[in-house]
């Protein structure tokens, strides 16, 4: 069974940076490709990152590109989202995932105060 759990989430000031974590169990993440979701208060699930474990490639939404930045640690079996330059708008509850979106983390609050 493969399971995502996240953690590092929490309080920050705009202008801030906080670093996500996602531990991956059930599978490696050098064979199954694991991203980023996000979701405000009242919107819609927006996939903001996922990096590819078939050839590293990244993928970042428009509205965190230049920001945010998604690596891994392969020995750790571990997905990272170091997020910089935080804006109000940035508040979520933020998921790992697997890119295919068929595999979820519980998330984990990113509160940003302006």
């Known amino acids: 069974e493969v399971q995502l759990v996240e953690s590092g989430g929490g309080l920050v000031q705009a202008g801030g940076s906080l670093r996500l974590s996602c531990v991956v169990s059930g599978v490696s993440i050098d064979e199954y490709s694991i991203g980023w979701f996000r979701q405000a208060p009242g919107k819609e699930r927006e996939g903001i990152s996922c990096?590819?474990?078939?050839?590293?490639?990244?993928y970042y939404a428009d509205s965190v590109k230049g920001r945010f930045t998604i690596s891994s640690a392969s020995a750790k079996n571990t997905v990272y989202l170091e997020m910089e330059t935080l804006k109000a708008e940035d508040t979520a509850v933020y998921y790992c995932a697997s890119c295919d979106g068929l595999v979820w983390g519980q998330g984990t609050l990113v509160t940003v105060s302006s």
């Open positions: 990096l590819s474990s078939s050839d590293g490639s990244t």
